[in-house]
């Protein structure tokens, strides 16, 4: 998988945060088009067609997002590991 575009300009906590609120967005359309169907003005089926492209459009953002990231993070926990042990051996040497 390719580095995603911009990496290490934004900070994990930033990055997470926004992936909450895309699907705190989401979430949001989900439910405002389900309250939408209490109203006779609206068809019913276009509406769930519209719920479940809201739907698809979510899950697929979160899987390429977190399949970015998943590649992100195991670089980073490979970098940490790498620290650790030579740590641990400097420490076993007695240095």
């Given at each position: 998988m390719s580095r995603?575009?911009?990496s290490g300009q934004t900070g994990d906590r930033e990055i997470y945060q926004?992936?909450?609120e895309?699907?705190?967005g989401y979430e949001q359309v989900i439910a405002s088009l389900?309250?939408?169907h209490r109203n006779a003005a609206f068809d019913p089926k276009h509406l769930a067609?519209?719920?479940d492209m809201a739907g698809e459009a979510r899950a697929s953002?979160?899987?390429y997002l977190t399949g970015a990231l998943?590649?992100?993070e195991l670089a980073a926990a490979g970098r940490y590991f790498q620290r650790r042990v030579r740590r641990e051996r400097?420490?076993?040497r007695g240095h």
């Open positions: 995603p575009h911009g926004h992936l909450y895309m699907n705190a389900s309250a939408l067609m519209l719920r953002s979160n899987a998943q590649s992100v400097r420490e076993e």
